[in-house]
């Protein structure tokens, strides 16, 4: 049987760890309010943006070239790992720490053998994970989830950009957690550059809509895919934020309640101490009053 005092502190250290997890559970759902309203109104612009773009592409047709539209032969490429400075969200890091790994063990095996893969890692988990193991991060920009805005994720995008115009990479490829609601997050690998080909373009001329272009396609294509690049980018940090906020509070409502119930059976093992402990008092005396009267 426990000691009674073994399990009163058991039962006050309990208590405290659910008062932290608790207000840790409101402090992400405050955040996560915030974010959830950030990238619902994100997401409805950035359908358009990519609507136009995907237009302007079946329009020209063979017609659009772009640096950033034309596919060259895959030599080296570059996988964008966006994760979180912070643990306590359940599932949330690790997750998208194995798609990584499956993707360099399976579809990118033959370029990291040869020395052609690279990581550029956001989120202090996953860079530091990557790091200790070996992988090659050429770049963290964990720094870029504190106080994040579209100022301080535009320079990000423009340099991935450079990586490709310039041909230090031939596929950039984004690994992240999308947001769906505060307990699904759905694990994402989507290709930034070169710019996917839009689908059924066959039938594009019956299905897309009639814009008038001014100053011309090709003008608006070549202004408009930066733009549309650089809103992809910051739209997968919103996600992925909104996602990590939502697997906190999902993992501390979880725990808060863990806590309680592992309260209540402390208690009760209190309780059974207690009587146990009492009971053995009442023989003790009824028996030294026993042995008095023999």
């Known amino acids: 049987m426990p000691n009674l005092k073994e399990v009163r502190l058991r039962i006050e250290s309990v208590k405290s760890t659910q008062q932290i997890t608790s207000a840790m559970k409101m402090v992400a759902a405050s955040k996560l309010r915030r974010a959830q309203q950030a990238i619902i109104a994100l997401r409805p612009y950035a359908v358009k943006m990519t609507g136009i773009l995907q237009n302007l592409q079946q329009n020209l047709g063979e017609q659009a070239e772009n640096p950033f539209i034309t596919p060259k032969p895959v030599k080296k490429v570059l996988i964008v790992v966006l994760a979180s400075n912070r643990g306590l969200c359940g599932a949330f890091n690790s997750n998208v720490i194995k798609a990584v790994k499956n993707l360099v063990e399976t579809n990118f095996a033959s370029?990291?053998?040869?020395?052609?893969?690279?990581?550029?890692?956001?989120?202090?988990?996953?860079?530091?994970?990557?790091?200790?193991?070996g992988y090659p991060v050429v770049e963290r920009h964990d720094e870029l989830f504190e106080k994040m805005s579209f100022a301080k994720i535009a320079p990000l995008a423009g340099r991935l950009m450079d990586f490709y115009a310039k041909g230090e990479y031939d596929q950039i490829v984004m690994v992240y957690n999308q947001f769906k609601n505060a307990a699904v997050q759905l694990l994402v690998t989507e290709q930034l550059l070169p710019l996917p080909v839009p689908e059924a373009a066959s039938t594009?001329?019956?299905?897309?809509?009639?814009?008038?272009?001014?100053?011309?396609?090709?003008?608006i294509l070549d202004e408009i895919i930066p733009k549309a690049l650089t809103l992809q980018v910051y739209k997968a940090f919103i996600d992925s934020f909104a996602s990590e906020q939502g697997a906190r509070m999902t993992a501390m409502?979880?725990?808060?309640?863990?806590?309680?119930?592992?309260?209540?059976?402390?208690?009760?093992?209190?309780?059974?101490?207690r009587q146990s402990a009492i009971t053995n008092e009442i023989i003790e005396i009824v028996g030294g009053a026993e042995a008095q009267k023999g």
């Open 111 to 133: 370029y990291y053998e040869q020395g052609n893969l690279s990581i550029l890692s956001a989120g202090k988990h996953a860079t530091d994970f990557f790091i200790r193991r």
């Open 204 to 219: 594009a001329s019956n299905t897309h809509a009639d814009y008038i272009f001014e100053p011309g396609k090709k003008e």
């Open 253 to 273: 409502h979880q725990a808060t309640d863990n806590a309680g119930e592992l309260i209540k059976q402390l208690k009760l093992s209190y309780n059974k101490a």
